[in-house]
């Protein structure tokens, strides 16, 4: 089964500081791998995507993920955080069977601090 | 062009009561999606719909949940006789077509609480 792990529950930064949030998988065959964004009562809002191609994918607001296969990971990184960027993050997966699932990981919480 | 809209927001029922949440897609927006977050967990697929079909409902419970997307009108999560267990927040969200998960656009979510 398809499956992504967030091994941090919470993340704290410094504003100005690069910013890491670990995501790993578990996937049969190539993984199709999604970041997203939630803000405090909202919605959650896709940040980026890993489909095929390049290992190192950019995505909204400055963020950006790399692709591990020997690793089976697909971290989130920024090089410099912003206080703004503090919300729960979601990495994802979608589901090998069933094209329109997407299966989530537990978020993790990002807070950056001033 | 208005992202797509849930209501209500938050809702309160007391147990056994039935809870009704709406999901109105994005304008031109065929396909519908629910999921469910439970505190401190991430979303878990529920059901997903196209207008008047059911296409994958592998993530409902068996019991007292239901969906329906008609149509005409929103879609609609219906749970019956509510328990404790299901206080949650329930997301939906919509893509114009099925497939790539970067076309599905999330709803604000509706907040249950089940006293």
């Known amino acids: 089964a398809q499956s992504v792990a967030q091994p941090e529950d919470q993340v704290n930064v410094a504003e100005g500081n690069p910013l890491t949030v670990k995501c790993t998988y578990s996937?049969?065959?190539?993984?199709?791998l999604f970041w997203y964004v939630q803000y405090p009562n909202r919605g959650l809002q896709f940040l980026l995507k890993?489909?095929?191609?390049?290992?190192l994918v950019k995505g909204s607001y400055g963020f950006e993920a790399e692709f591990n296969k020997s690793q089976t990971s697909f971290h989130l990184k920024k090089p410099s955080a912003l206080v703004s960027d503090s919300a729960l993050y979601f990495c994802?997966?979608?589901?090998?069977?069933?094209?329109?699932?997407?299966?989530f990981g537990s978020g993790t919480r990002l807070s950056i601090r001033p | 062009n208005a992202g797509v809209m849930q209501n209500p927001r938050h809702l309160v029922r007391r147990r056994g009561q039935e809870a009704r949440l709406r999901c109105s897609p994005m304008?031109?927006?065929?396909?519908v999606y629910w999921y469910r977050q439970l505190p401190e967990e991430g979303l878990k697929f529920m059901v997903y719909?196209?207008?008047?079909?059911?296409?994958?409902e592998s993530g409902m419970p068996k019991e007292r949940f239901s969906a329906e997307f008609p149509k005409e009108g929103p879609s609609i999560l219906r749970i019956q006789q509510v328990v404790r267990g299901d206080s949650a927040a329930y997301f939906c969200?919509?893509?114009?077509?099925?497939?790539?998960?970067?076309?599905?656009?999330f709803g604000p979510g509706t907040r249950l609480t089940v006293l």
């Open positions: 890993y489909i095929t191609g390049d290992n």
């Open positions: 996937v049969s065959g190539n993984p199709y």
């Open positions: 719909l196209q207008k008047e079909n059911i296409i994958d």
């Open positions: 304008k031109g927006h065929s396909h």
């Open positions: 969200a919509s893509s114009p077509t099925s497939g790539s998960a970067d076309t599905q656009y």
């Open positions: 994802a997966v979608r589901d090998v069977g069933s094209a329109s699932k997407i299966i």
